[in-house]
Nanobody
Framework: QVQLVESGGGLVQPGGSLRLSCAASGSIFSIKVMAWYRQAPGKQRELVASITSSSGGTTNYADSVKDRFTIFRDNAKNTVYLQMNSLKPEDTGVYYC???????????????WGQGTQVTVSS
């Protein structure tokens, strides 16, 4: 079984910072991509940022978070982080970790999700 466990959410004032963490554990052979998604009340889930496992990691960001959020990962720990700075009320939502991975060398890449962590930006 594979588990993705997020941590680091909470309540923060506008302009503040938070760092989210997501650790993948279980039967994992390799991870190709790890990403963060978010879902605001009444809205669809959207991609916030993603990072590949290649050397240096290729990153991709939603336009709304560019220059404010940074995604990075520790491949040795199968952990991905999301550093969120200059937070705005519109960043409020449940943040989900996502990983595309293999459970053994001959398996297909499958997508797994964490349980989500709440981020609330409010004064």
């Amino acid at each position: 079984q594979v588990q993705l466990v997020e941590s680091g959410g909470g309540l923060v004032q506008p302009g503040g910072s938070l760092r989210l963490s997501c650790a993948a554990s279980g039967s994992i052979f390799s991870i190709k991509v790890m990403a963060w998604y978010r879902q605001a009340p009444g809205k669809q889930r959207e991609l916030v940022a993603s990072i590949t496992s290649s050397s240096g990691g290729t990153t991709n960001y939603a336009d709304s978070v560019k220059d404010r959020f940074t995604i990075f990962r520790d491949n040795a720990k199968n952990t991905v982080y999301l550093q969120m700075n200059s937070l705005k009320p519109e960043d409020t939502g449940v943040y989900y970790c996502n990983a595309e991975l293999q459970i053994h060398a001959l398996s297909y890449y499958l997508t797994y999700w964490g349980q989500g962590t709440q981020v609330t930006v409010s004064s």
